[in-house]
Structure formats: structure tokens, C-alpha cells
């Protein structure tokens, strides 16, 4: 039996937004791998062994995925969101570059619909010109990148999406991102708390940066910024072609 590995995103929670490719692809899998509360939106069935790991394993979960589809198995890798967004894609080839003896191993990267696209969609169009994508733990790189990369952005107008904004290891970071993003483009710039995008939780908060408070945030919600032209319509919130 030929084994393969599977990077796979399950899309932002609603079963509605998982492609029918991942879909097809964890009906022929023999073992699911990925962080507890991903496998838990995996249903069981006969035949299909689900290994949930914790958080911050990703290159143990990633080698052990390698090494099963090695020995014939199925493998899928599950992810929330997009599996290349801030997940187990870049994870894999880590534990691939590690471990050379694993890099012939047949692997697929299957996409996903991310959070803040999701997120976007709900709000209207806040991404619908330039924009960059910025992580804001601190969990595996520096806090002054994420600082500089966040000035940058702010000086070259494009409009932002923060995954991982707010967690209880790590309260300061995001009130210390609200004040830098004030500064650098005033207190009018309108921010969106997009949480639990697509399940039965959703909420959608739309304030400028002065109304906006760290505790808005948690690691259920994805904050999009506007850039200098993005503004609301009706209840709807977008950034027009132009800017
Ligand atoms: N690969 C995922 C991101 C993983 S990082 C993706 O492409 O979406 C985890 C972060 O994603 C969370 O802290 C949050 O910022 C964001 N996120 C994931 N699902 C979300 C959802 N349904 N609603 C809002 N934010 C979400």
C-alpha cells in the first residue's frame, strides 16, 4: 500500500465552508493528525484513527504524520482555516527538512478558506485592496518584528488582518499593537473584531482605533484594520478599488 500525507485547511468552522476536495480527502484517510480541538470537527468512523496533540507540537505531529504515510498509512493533516496560513503546512516541510530519510514521502497541500477572509466576507469588503496578513504571537519570533512589520504596514497604507491577536499568555502585546496602530494612523481608522467567524458564535464588531479596547480581542478573533480610505456603507464596512 502507498501511503501519502495530506495537508488539509477545514476552513473557519462551518461545515459549509469545507472544500469538497478535503472532504473527499479525509473519506479515503486511515489517520487524522492535528491540534485537539481540529480533529474533534473530524467525525469518527470505523477504519479512521484520530491522533489530536496539543498545542506547540507541530513538528513532532508533523514528523509523526511523515512517518506513517512512510509505513503505507493515509494521513491528513487538519488545520483550521487554510493549512499555508499561519498552520501545519510550513510545519510539514520543517519536520521534512529534519528529517531527510522522509523527504520521498507523497504529500499534498490542499487549501482552505482562512479567517480572515471569512471574516472579510461578513464584514463586507475591508480587504478589497492592498493588504498583508500579520501574526501577532510572539510564541516562535521576535516581538520587535512583529512591531516593525506593523509600522511598515501602516506606512505604506495597506490594510491589516492579526491572527492570534490576544491570548492570556499574552495580554500586553495587543493593547501595545492598539496604541502603535494609533499612532502610526490615527485614532479615526476604523477596525473590525471579527469572532468565531462562520459558527453559531459569530460576532462582527466594527469601532474606529480611539473606540477600540484590547479585552475586543481573544484567540477566537480575527482583527482587520481598514487602510486610510477603507469606510462604511449602509452596515457594511469596505476599502474601495482606488486606494
Ligand atoms: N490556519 C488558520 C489560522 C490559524 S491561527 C486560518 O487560515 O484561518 C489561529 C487564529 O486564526 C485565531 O487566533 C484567530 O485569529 C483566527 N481564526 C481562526 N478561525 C477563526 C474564526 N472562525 N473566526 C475568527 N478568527 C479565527
Not at 3 to 15: D, H, Q, T, Y
Not at 59 to 84: W, Y
Request: hydrophobic content about 45%.
Amino acid at each position: 500500500m502507498t501511503g501519502w500525507v495530506v495537508v488539509a485547511g477545514l476552513g473557519p468552522g462551518s461545515e459549509m465552508l469545507v472544500t469538497p476536495e478535503v472532504t473527499a480527502a479525509l473519506a479515503e484517510a486511515t489517520d487524522v493528525v492535528g491540534y485537539i480541538p481540529y480533529v474533534a470537527r473530524v467525525a469518527p468512523r470505523p477504519g479512521l484513527v484520530l491522533h489530536p496533540s496539543d498545542n506547540r507540537v507541530e513538528v513532532e505531529r508533523a514528523t509523526h504524520a511523515l512517518e506513517m504515510a512512510a509505513a503505507g498509512r493515509r494521513v491528513v493533516v487538519v488545520s483550521s482555516g487554510d493549512p499555508g496560513v499561519f498552520a501545519m503546512a510550513s510545519a510539514l516541510f520543517e519536520a521534512m527538512e529534519a528529517r531527510p530519510d522522509l523527504a520521498s514521502v507523497d504529500i499534498r497541500v490542499l487549501p482552505g478558506i482562512t479567517a480572515m477572509l471569512a471574516a472579510a466576507a461578513a464584514a463586507g469588503a475591508p480587504l478589497g485592496h492592498d493588504f498583508c496578513a500579520i501574526n501577532l504571537s510572539d510564541n516562535l519570533k521576535p516581538w520587535p518584528l512583529i512591531e516593525k512589520r506593523l509600522r511598515l504596514a501602516a506606512e505604506a497604507d495597506l490594510a491589516m488582518a492579526f491572527y492570534n491577536p490576544r491570548s492570556k499568555s499574552r495580554p500586553e502585546g495587543f493593547r501595545k499593537v492598539l496604541e502603535l496602530l494609533r499612532e502610526a494612523c490615527g485614532p479615526e481608522r476604523l477596525i473590525t473584531f471579527a469572532r468565531a467567524v462562520s459558527t453559531p458564535d459569530q460576532r462582527i464588531e466594527t469601532v474606529t482605533l480611539a473606540e477600540a479596547q484590547p479585552e475586543m480581542a481573544d484567540m477566537r478573533t480575527v482583527v482587520l484594520v481598514g487602510n486610510s480610505a477603507t469606510r462604511r456603507v449602509g452596515r457594511w464596512v469596505y476599502t474601495p478599488r482606488s486606494a
